[in-house]
């Protein structure tokens, strides 16, 4: 029998000594009202737990139905024993859980392979920029060596030129001096 089935089987039995009781013992507008707003907040309260479910199943025909608190009570207590267990509960979660876990470790072991793989192809690539320092730093003692050369053959060349033009103010002067002499 399924929750619908029952709720009804429940509610048609319930009304039948309901309607016996109203029947047979007068009853005033008063008591009327209040099984209205009874079955009202029972609906509300119905909608709120079930999500709309069971209680959005009845027609306007039950609805006018009143229902007792005590059918509330009785629907609340056997939905409350139809809940599972807090251990199968934590059961599902932990086998969620290791689902998981399981899933994120696979996904840890494709990463860390693939790591592997870039650190293969990184090994050569990293004796290349080794090997292109050395060639830079080598290059650069090259240069530092060249400017220095070129120094010291300027400076050669501004000592010869130098020795030239004392050689020349020399001879000027050996002619002069031996003219006059």
Not at 1 to 21: A, I, P
Not at 27 to 42: F, H, I, M, P
Not at 126 to 142: A, E
């Amino acid at each position: 029998m399924s929750e619908n089935e029952e709720m009804k089987w429940r509610l048609s039995t319930e009304t039948g000594q309901e309607e016996d009781k109203a029947s047979s013992s007068s009853s005033s507008s008063e008591e009327q009202q209040e099984k209205e707003a009874l079955q009202e907040t029972v609906q509300a309260k119905a909608e709120d737990i079930a999500g709309g479910g069971e209680a959005s199943l009845l027609t306007k025909q039950e609805e006018e139905v009143p229902i007792t608190d005590k059918q509330y009570q009785f629907t609340t207590k056997e939905k409350k024993t139809k809940k599972p267990s807090k251990a199968k509960v934590l059961t599902k979660k932990k086998e969620s859980d290791n689902a998981n876990l399981t899933g994120i470790s696979r996904q840890l072991e494709k990463q860390s392979n693939q790591l592997v793989k870039i650190e293969k192809v990184l090994q050569p690539l990293q004796k290349s920029f080794n090997k292109i320092d050395r060639q830079s730093i080598t290059i650069k003692q090259l240069y530092s060596v060249v400017m220095q050369l070129q120094r010291e053959i300027d400076r050669q060349k501004k000592q010869q030129l130098q020795q030239q033009a004392t050689q020349k103010k020399a001879r000027k002067k050996g002619k002069v001096s031996g003219t006059n002499n």
